[in-house]
């Protein structure tokens, strides 16, 4: 086995700041940042948290299979945007991943598979072909006490009972991967934006070898005014304050009752810009990095640029009524500057 990369990972609640990190990484000798590229196929919906799910918490005999066609779809299209990045073997070393916690597979049918298809295809592949037996068998089936069963087209099927082994060979999948973005061993760390999300953070550490975490949260007043004017992100909900508001407190309703390890550490995007060196020296020590490998000081994260994007609501007094109500929901969300 390669010898572990360290491995630091940067995540947030969705423009709340977590390139400050990757760019920050940017500045180290002995580090490779693989900048703003989101590596997040541990939470993707069908992503391995999901595949866990069914093999290793439901165990269900086709609710399985459905978990493994799922991941093999995401993968394959994930494939062409993350090769690059893994000299060319994302999809081979991802195969080895999915084969090796495969237990058994067949070609076979259930009422799952033609809804994996469009209508016109699902019609085609097995509307059509039901139709046809269906009718002969009226006309010159012959007769027995036994139900007439259509014969569908088969497709591979899968079960997996790989609950012992998921954790040790998740770990290893990732670790063949981060081998591949450093094949000749030039740097001790390496940081990949959003390999795990900033809640629940328990369970995704678990996939890794040599992982800690930074989570980057950002002022809710800046980040309404960035969405609502600039971004126009629809998975942020600025056309309604109210709505952001309740959606903003929830994604963050985990910290009551969610407690981090020593590998997570949660800092202010403010923090970065307004307590620079105090948050450096913060970010360094929890990373075990030497500050003399900080060769290249702010020539990616610059905290004289990064202000600009700060106190928005001073420059755009027309949200002001929308501001107020945020710091009157949302006070001890707002930074204290």
């Given at each position: 086995?390669?010898?572990l990369?360290?491995?630091?990972t940067?995540a947030?609640?969705?423009?709340?700041?977590?390139?400050?990190?990757?760019?920050?990484?940017?500045e180290?000798?002995?580090?490779?940042?693989?900048g703003d590229?989101?590596f997040?196929i541990?939470?993707?919906?069908?992503?391995?948290?999901?595949?866990?799910h069914?093999?290793?918490?439901?165990?269900?005999?086709?609710?399985?299979?459905?978990?493994?066609?799922?991941?093999k779809?995401?993968?394959?299209?994930i494939?062409?945007?993350?090769?690059?990045?893994?000299?060319?073997?994302?999809?081979?070393i991802?195969?080895?991943?999915?084969?090796?916690?495969?237990d058994?597979?067949?070609?076979?049918f259930?009422?799952?598979?033609?809804?994996?298809?469009?209508?016109?295809?699902?019609k085609i592949?097995?509307?059509?072909?039901?139709?046809i037996?269906?009718i002969?068998?009226?006309?010159?089936?012959?007769?027995?006490?036994?139900?007439f069963?259509?014969?569908y087209k088969?497709?591979?099927?899968?079960y997996?009972?790989a609950r012992?082994?998921f954790?040790?060979?998740?770990?290893?999948?990732?670790?063949?991967?981060?081998?591949?973005?450093?094949?000749?061993?030039?740097?001790?760390?390496?940081?990949?934006?959003?390999?795990?999300?900033?809640?629940?953070?328990e369970?995704?550490?678990?996939?890794?070898?040599?992982?800690?975490?930074?989570?980057?949260?950002r002022d809710p007043?800046?980040?309404?005014?960035l969405?609502?004017k600039?971004w126009?992100?629809?998975?942020?909900p600025t056309?309604?304050?109210?709505?952001?508001?309740?959606w903003?407190?929830?994604?963050?309703?985990?910290?009551?009752?969610?407690?981090?390890d020593?590998r997570?550490?949660?800092?202010?995007?403010e923090d970065?810009i307004?307590n620079?060196?105090?948050?450096?020296?913060?970010v360094?020590?929890?990373?075990?990095i030497?500050?003399?490998k900080?060769t290249?000081?702010?020539?990616y994260?610059?905290p004289n640029i990064?202000?600009?994007?700060?106190k928005?609501?001073?420059?755009?007094?027309e949200?002001?009524?929308?501001?107020?109500l945020?710091e009157?929901?949302?006070?001890?969300f707002?930074?204290?500057?």
């Amino acid at each position: 086995m390669h010898n572990l990369k360290k491995i630091i990972t940067c995540a947030s609640y969705g423009g709340t700041g977590s390139s400050a990190v990757s760019d920050l990484f940017k500045e180290f000798e002995n580090v490779k940042s693989m900048g703003d590229f989101e590596f997040s196929i541990a939470h993707d919906v069908d992503g391995i948290s999901d595949l866990q799910h069914y093999i290793v918490d439901d165990m269900h005999r086709l609710k399985v299979d459905e978990a493994i066609y799922r991941f093999k779809k995401l993968t394959n299209n994930i494939a062409p945007n993350y090769e690059r990045f893994f000299n060319n073997k994302f999809k081979e070393i991802t195969n080895e991943y999915i084969n090796s916690l495969i237990d058994v597979e067949w070609d076979g049918f259930w009422l799952q598979q033609p809804l994996r298809y469009g209508k016109i295809e699902r019609k085609i592949r097995y509307g059509i072909p039901g139709k046809i037996q269906r009718i002969k068998n009226s006309l010159f089936g012959k007769k027995h006490d036994y139900e007439f069963v259509v014969y569908y087209k088969r497709s591979k099927m899968y079960y997996s009972c790989a609950r012992d082994r998921f954790i040790e060979n998740t770990r290893k999948y990732f670790e063949k991967l981060f081998y591949e973005l450093d094949v000749n061993n030039e740097f001790e760390y390496l940081v990949l934006d959003q390999l795990i999300p900033p809640n629940n953070t328990e369970r995704y550490l678990n996939y890794f070898n040599n992982l800690k975490c930074i989570v980057v949260d950002r002022d809710p007043r800046d980040l309404y005014i960035l969405n609502k004017k600039y971004w126009r992100e629809g998975w942020i909900p600025t056309e309604d304050v109210n709505v952001y508001i309740k959606w903003y407190r929830l994604l963050r309703e985990h910290l009551k009752y969610e407690k981090d390890d020593d590998r997570v550490l949660r800092v202010k995007f403010e923090d970065f810009i307004y307590n620079y060196d105090k948050t450096i020296n913060e970010v360094l020590k929890f990373a075990g990095i030497d500050s003399s490998k900080h060769t290249k000081k702010q020539q990616y994260f610059n905290p004289n640029i990064s202000i600009k994007n700060t106190k928005l609501w001073e420059k755009n007094i027309e949200f002001s009524d929308e501001i107020r109500l945020i710091e009157d929901k949302l006070n001890e969300f707002c930074y204290r500057y």
